[in-house]
């Protein structure tokens, strides 16, 4: 059992705030309020930052990124090294913001926090591995090969659901590419993104000689990460939510050449065939449909059981949904803790009544009396649909999981991929042939596969990101720090001869 805390959540907040080295000056007196999904309770009131106060951090982050630069790799990984120390120091505080802020579970919100430890590590390492090509060149007496530069400003917009991992996953790459970072975290969790700030300040003092805006936190809603996507001197938008906002950066970062990396909305599957693991299905199945009160951008929204396993595993997921704990993360072991607010509350009340509209048989899914009127707490919801119709085919950021019968194999894969979204999917089987087929070219769309695991609770090793309307945007790991750098193919003439590219001549006297 976890200790009642004597603090309401509000009080809690602050007082980890202060003790990570935040400004106790920056949490009042502002318009944007901030909320814990906890409670309810008001925690801060901060000030958003004006356009002309954006346009200034990216100046500044400009500035240092022409410094920065010239850093040599490894030494910048140095500072990244010093920020994953600072993060196992700060790790059960800012774990508990999170928890604080966003209603996730202490598990979740220390696991969070991990997160951005490795990939810390993984930025140290890389700072010695940002390796170009050599390439064979069809001219005699020279070199060919390839060059990873440095971009320039990143401009990080996250969600509210992962309030701190995603920003570290582009700035421990930004850093050791040599990049600069403004961050506009998401207006839901403003306060996380404070205590970072803080957090990596204490690197930044230790490593000595940074220059000054390297990483900086712009705070304020949609209009002040406008603000960043629309300045030409940020490179690169790196930007995470919901496609309905991804449909707005992309085109405005395309129309001035900008780069971007879109980490947007999943409408995730499992399918679960005739060989299955049943006992490792429920498991999975449960976690990724119902963990983080189905606010994550891998959660399992829609399951599809082959007939001959249908009856031996969906009575037994009824089950699981109506025993799981609901309750207050921070007072209780319980495994779904609030949704963000009342909006949420309601598109899913909305997907509920659409689904039963559409002859879906509906599992749960009603409002828990849980602290009081300003928090919104819900038992998960599965839904067993007649067809993948309706809200089944977009997401809906909540519990709720659609349960669909086949039979046919190759028309499951068809209707796996026939949503607008393709994050993240997974298989449950043990035969070669489907898993494989899964697997291949006509098997899922997705950016993520997986067998025999869920489809949430990615590694840092791996490229994250999805494809069609999740963006096609990677970032993390394997080599997702292209997306940070600049290429430049360099072809150098050590012969004493003119030979021109495929075999073009042109002389002259
Ligand atoms: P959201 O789209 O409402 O907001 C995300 C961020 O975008 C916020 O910081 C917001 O202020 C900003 N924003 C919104 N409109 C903008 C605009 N026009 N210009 C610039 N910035 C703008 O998303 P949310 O409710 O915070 O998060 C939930 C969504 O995020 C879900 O759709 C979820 O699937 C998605 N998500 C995706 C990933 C991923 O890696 N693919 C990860 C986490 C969350």
């Not at 390439?135 to 070199?143: L, N, Q, S």
């Not at 030409?232 to 906002?245: C, D, E, F, H, N």
């Not at 249908?310 to 609901?326: E, G, K, Q």
Request: with cysteine; proline share 5%; charged share 20%.
């Amino acid at each position: 059992m976890t200790t009642p805390p004597t603090l309401g959540p509000a009080d809690l907040a602050r007082s980890v705030l202060a003790r990570l080295g935040v400004d106790a000056a920056r949490l009042d007196g502002g318009s944007m309020a901030t909320f814990t999904p906890v409670t309810g309770a008001q925690i801060a009131a901060l000030t958003s930052d004006t356009p002309e106060a954006v346009a200034a951090a990216v100046e500044r982050a400009h500035a240092a990124f022409r410094i920065w630069r010239d850093v040599p790799a490894p030494r910048r990984g140095e500072l990244v090294r010093l920020f994953g120390e600072e993060l196992r120091a700060a790790k059960a505080d800012l774990g508990r913001l999170v928890s604080i802020e966003a209603g996730k579970s202490p598990s979740e919100g220390a696991g969070e926090v991990q997160e951005m430890i490795d990939i810390c590590d993984f930025a140290v390492g890389l700072s010695r591995q940002l390796y170009g090509l050599t390439i064979a060149t069809e001219r005699p007496g020279h070199r060919m090969m390839e060059t990873w530069h440095p971009l320039g400003v990143v401009g990080v917009i996250s969600a509210f659901n992962f309030p701190v991992a995603v920003w570290s996953w582009n700035t421990a790459l930004a850093l050791v590419c040599g990049d600069s970072v403004v961050w506009k975290p998401s207006e839901k969790t403003p306060l996380t993104a404070l205590a970072c700030e803080a957090i990596l300040a204490k690197a930044v003092a230790r490593f000595g000689g940074a220059p000054e805006g390297l990483s900086s936190v712009v705070i304020g809603g949609a209009d002040v990460g406008e603000a960043l996507v629309d300045n030409p001197k940020v490179a690169l938008v790196s930007a995470t939510g919901s496609t309905r906002m991804g449909r707005v950066v992309g085109p405005k970062v395309a129309a001035r050449f900008g780069r971007t990396i879109l980490e947007l909305g999943g409408n995730n599957a499992g399918i679960v065939c005739p060989s299955a693991d049943l006992d490792m299905a429920l498991r999975a199945v449960a976690f990724g449909a119902m963990g983080t009160a189905g606010q994550r951008c891998t959660t399992m929204r829609r399951l599809f059981v082959h007939d001959d396993v249908y009856d031996a595993l969906v009575p037994r997921l009824v089950r699981a949904y109506a025993s799981v704990t609901v309750g207050n993360p921070l007072e209780s072991q319980a495994l779904v803790g609030p949704l963000i607010d009342a909006r949420a509350f309601e598109a899913m009340q909305a997907a509920l009544a659409a689904a039963k509209a559409a002859g879906g048989t509906v599992h749960g899914g009603e409002r828990a009396d849980i602290e009081g009127p300003g928090a919104y707490y819900v038992r998960p919801a599965l839904v067993e649909m007649p067809e993948q119709t309706g809200p089944v085919l977009e997401e809906t950021f909540a519990p709720i999981l659609y349960v669909m019968r086949y039979t046919d194999f190759d028309a499951v894969l068809e209707a796996h991929n026939a949503v607008g979204a393709g994050l993240s999917s997974s298989i449950f089987t043990l035969d070669l042939r489907e898993m494989e087929t899964f697997l291949s070219a006509r098997g899922s769309d997705c950016g993520i596969a997986n067998v025999n695991i869920g489809t949430s609770g990615a590694e840092i090793g791996g490229a994250f990101g999805g494809e069609k309307e999740t963006g096609g945007g990677r970032e993390s790991g394997s080599d997702a720090w292209k997306g940070y750098m600049r290429r430049a193919t360099n072809t150098v003439n050590y012969s004493r001869n003119l030979p021109l590219a495929q075999g073009v001549v042109f002389d002259i006297d």
